[in-house]
């Protein structure tokens, strides 16, 4: 949810899923293209991991941010832009869907941080195993394992100052929408 960008949310849920599900299973596919160098393994595992993440997506976003149903994609997509960036929202009628979407993020942040124990255990078991796939095991798989350390490496120094950023801009958004309904 924090980190589907506003061009997403300008489609319907369906074509959301569709494109979330494409760029995970394209995304692990190619890890398994190169660990294994299997080009049915990479099918079976875009086939099906992409519509199994799609879908998950799809009803994590729906679930989050329920009032994003009854807006125009347009709007929606005005909605989530403008406060990702932290800036106001020009057309006064979409500023109680700020607030609401301001809302979502948080509630979104506060679920990603209660389940943030399990990516340095998981990093370990990665270094681990990258450790042990250097030693015994081909290239490919060597290769995959360490790809594998350093996305999980980036993502315990990035994501949390990323997500602090998003949160603060959201939030300079949220006080200007409030203003614009205090006023209206």
């Known amino acids: 949810m924090i980190l589907v960008p506003g061009w997403m949310w300008q489609r319907g ?4 899923g569709v494109s979330a599900g494409l760029a995970a299973g394209a995304f692990f596919g190619a890890f398994v293209l190169v660990e294994a160098t299997s080009w049915v393994g990479a099918a079976v595992v875009f086939v ?3 519509p199994f993440y799609g879908v998950r997506v799809a009803r994590r976003m729906d679930r989050i941010w329920p009032e994003a149903k009854r807006m125009d994609p347009v709007d929606r997509a005005t909605v989530v ?7 106001a929202i020009e057309d006064p009628r979409l500023a ?3 607030v609401a979407y301001v809302g979502a ?15 340095p255990l998981v990093t370990a078991f990665a270094v681990a195993l990258a450790v042990y796939d250097t030693v015994m095991s081909t290239p490919g798989e060597t290769v995959a394992s360490w ?5 999980l490496l980036a993502d315990l120094m990035w994501w949390p100052r990323s997500r602090a950023r998003l949160l603060a801009r959201a939030d300079r958004a949220e006080t200007s929408a409030r203003r614009v309904t205090d006023v209206g």
């Open 147 to 151: 790809l594998v350390v350093v996305l």
């Open 96 to 98: 109680p869907a700020v």
């Open 48 to 50: 099906v991991l992409g």
């Open 13 to 16: 849920a369906v074509s959301r």
């Open 105 to 119: 993020l948080r509630r979104a942040a506060e679920e990603d941080r209660l389940r943030r124990w399990v990516v």
């Open 81 to 87: 832009r403008a406060t990702r960036r932290g800036e």
